[in-house]
């Protein structure tokens, strides 16, 4: 890519989180196959984080490849006010059937933070249609991560989301103690007593509950108890308020089921799911929920107030069916277990490292958190010299690679993962020297 390119990017595009004429240069991205991304400069880099939970299958996949390539010679988009097409009914069974049975219903939308935003306005409207309109407030989580939108902030961590940049802006949500119950613990009931507590006495003023199920991802990556799941959908029953699952980041076997929740034996009222809904192709989210929900909404002659442009697009949704078919047609489950015990055996090993703190690791997720935050400018460069790509954040070595990742490559990212963070402690000790 022409070097002007390059300088252009640098000087007016905004990247994520990202000052607006960043500090370090970007990597180009030429192409991509398989688990490599090809850079501009000719080096061949692992993709450890499936660009963010999503690419399941790897790059370039023949079968998706085709299925947008057929869909654009019939139509790449049509409104979906009024109008129907067969990707988006296809697509919508395969939803429909492979989560829990007491789903009916399926809105699809362009990204995580949309379905988490239908999801909110699904449980807002569920009461207000029926002439609650006290039961306006959201019952959610420390560090959790539900999208970069207003809604969707909101209930994000307090703390670590966005809440203080955007203060006197978001609407007032409730928030429990993040759940602190190791995954395959002992179960205690002491873990769940901030929750209920919380519940119990504002349950009146609550629209639903909402959570990440298992593995809370971007507000720190921390894996917990199944039991935990268990009881907050006990106690939501109990006190009769929704149940929003946002499986926008675990959906798809990343956790070892096809949906976190499954670890519980749960079923959610609303469910977000998007990210690898796609394989990674394109944007594609979708919320789901049940008769009982839809029935609330549209009491006293209301619809559910959302319609986006670009809603089940024709293109998204043909790719999504090709990565369905191909992901429950594949060994995921046995790959994923595979990715779990292989990280077990390797990335633990981390844990002899002084600035490590904790390794957790649960299916094709591995975490690595550190006692002290990372330095990206050193980090990224470290990994990219040992062929893989890992973008950690605050203290957190992370990965979730495609499940097609083999033995020998996973190793190379494990290794780099232990070296970079030896060669980090040893960085650091003789910044401070
Ligand atoms: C659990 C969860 N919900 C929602 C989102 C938002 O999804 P998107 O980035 O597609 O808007 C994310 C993104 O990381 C997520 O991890």
Redesign the pocket.
């Known amino acids: 890519m022409e070097k002007r390119l390059k300088e252009f990017d640098k000087q007016h595009i905004l990247h994520p989180y990202a000052k607006s004429i960043p500090d370090v240069d970007m990597e180009f991205v030429h192409s991509a196959k398989g688990v490599y991304l090809h850079l501009d400069n000719g080096e061949k880099i692992i993709d450890a984080m499936s660009s ?1 939970w999503s690419v399941i299958h790897g790059y370039n996949v023949q079968e998706l490849n085709d299925a947008a390539k057929n869909q654009l010679e019939k139509m790449s988009h049509v409104m979906f006010g009024g109008l129907s097409h067969e990707p988006a009914v296809k697509l919508a069974k395969t939803l429909l059937h492979i989560t829990s049975p007491n789903l009916q219903h399926i809105f699809f939308s362009d ?3 949309v379905s ?1 935003e239908v999801a909110l306005k699904m449980a807002f409207q569920y009461h207000s249609s029926q002439g609650c309109h006290e039961r306006n407030k959201i019952l959610a989580f420390s560090k959790g ?4 939108t207003f809604g ?1 902030m909101s209930v994000c961590d307090p703390v670590t989301g966005m809440h203080s940049a955007f203060e006197g802006v978001l609407h007032k949500n409730i928030f429990a103690q993040e759940p602190m119950a190791p995954f395959s613990k002992e179960w205690d009931e002491k873990y769940i007593e901030d929750f209920h507590h919380k519940l119990k006495s504002s349950h009146k003023e609550l629209a639903a509950v909402i959570i ?1 199920p298992i593995v809370q ?2 507000g720190g990556m921390r894996i917990y108890s199944a039991d935990f799941l268990r009881r907050v959908r006990e106690l939501c029953n109990e006190y009769d308020v929704l149940l929003i699952l ?1 499986e ?2 675990t959906g798809f076997g990343r956790t070892g089921k096809l949906f976190a929740y499954e670890h519980a034996g749960i079923e959610a009222d609303i469910l ?1 799911v ?2 690898a809904l796609t394989g990674g192709y394109m ?1 594609l ?1 979708a919320t789901l929920t049940s008769k009982k929900v839809m029935q609330g909404v549209e009491s006293n002659g209301n619809v559910l107030m959302h319609g986006p442009t670009f809603m089940a697009n024709p293109l998204a949704c043909s790719v999504a069916n090709a990565s369905l078919e191909l992901l429950l047609n594949s060994p995921w489950q046995e790959r994923v277990l595979g990715i779990q015990q292989q990280l077990e055996e390797q990335l633990t090993k981390c844990e002899a490292i002084e600035l490590v703190k904790e390794v957790r690791i649960l299916g094709a997720i591995g975490v690595v958190e550190l006692h002290e935050n990372i330095d990206l400018a050193y980090m990224t460069p470290a990994f990219i010299q040992k062929g893989v790509w890992i973008r950690p954040f605050l203290n957190l070595v992370y990965i979730m690679p495609p499940f097609i990742i083999s033995k020998e490559e996973l190793s190379k990212v494990t290794q780099a993962i232990y070296e970079v963070i030896e060669t980090f402690e040893i960085h650091r000790r003789n910044k401070i020297d």
């Open positions: 963010w990204s995580g933070s988490v991560y539900h999208g970069d969707a990440e991802g971007a946002d926008v980041a977000c998007g990210k944007s989210a």
